[in-house]
């Protein structure tokens, strides 16, 4: 049972009034077995659900939450997001911003950077013959960067919908902790410019996949 499911399973007992029929050392015990499985990462095919139990919670970006699986909260930025996504379901560590997940992926796995010679964004149907579910997204200059490379953000791709849709999971500014389409020319964010003009638009750059 994944930790998710425990959690499910304690809110359960809750609502059947089981819990308060519990004797002292039953309860405790309980408890130590329930914390036990929550610590337990969730199997690679339950990204989606874990996905949507995160969007289930209506978080807001940079938002604090303890969370299935975890011994203690968590930050809910982009690259928090992404952390936990790829531990439950990838057992996974990966470092804590967006640019050292891009390095991260860069010396342990596969990184594909995206437009050429030319800088230009490939179209939607170039990521999607190329992702597989899990794959990292990442993005430069969604704000002024602070390190090298000039990652800013990053989002965990989920697949296709029914109608053909491709999906990514992650924390944003507009919505939280949420699924979102996959856009690749749209801009996020950007920084510096002058009156409107020279102005860097955040960019989708790159994908990485880890094994």
């Keep these: 049972m994944s930790g998710l499911w425990a959690n499910r399973f304690w809110r359960g007992l809750d609502r059947q009034g089981c819990k308060g029929r519990l004797g002292g050392v039953a309860k405790l015990a309980l408890i130590a077995i329930l914390l036990l499985v929550s610590m337990t990462a969730l199997p690679a095919q ?5 996905a949507h139990y995160l969007q289930s919670l209506g978080l807001r970006y940079n938002a604090t939450a303890q969370l299935p699986g975890e011994a ?34 860069r010396r342990h796995g596969r990184l594909k950077r995206a437009g050429g010679l030319f ?3 490939p179209d939607t149907s170039w990521w999607t013959k190329r992702l597989q579910p899990g794959d990292l997204l990442f ?11 000039p990652v800013t953000h990053v989002m965990v791709y989920l697949g296709r919908d029914e109608n053909g849709t491709p999906l990514m999971a992650g924390a944003q500014n507009s919505r939280g902790v949420n699924i979102y389409k996959l856009r690749p020319h749209v801009s996020y964010g950007g920084h510096g410019g002058f009156l409107g003009l020279f102005r860097k638009k955040g960019k989708l750059v790159a994908y990485g996949r880890l094994p």
């Design 46 to 50: 339950n990204l989606h659900e874990l």
């Design 72 to 105: 203690g909260p968590r930050t809910l930025d982009c690259s928090g997001t992404a952390k936990y996504l790829l531990e439950q379901t990838k057992g996974i560590s990966l470092p804590r911003t967006a640019s050292d997940q891009y390095l991260y992926v």
């Design 119 to 121: 800088g230009g964004t």
């Design 139 to 149: 993005w430069e200059h969604t704000y002024k960067p602070k390190r090298k490379p």
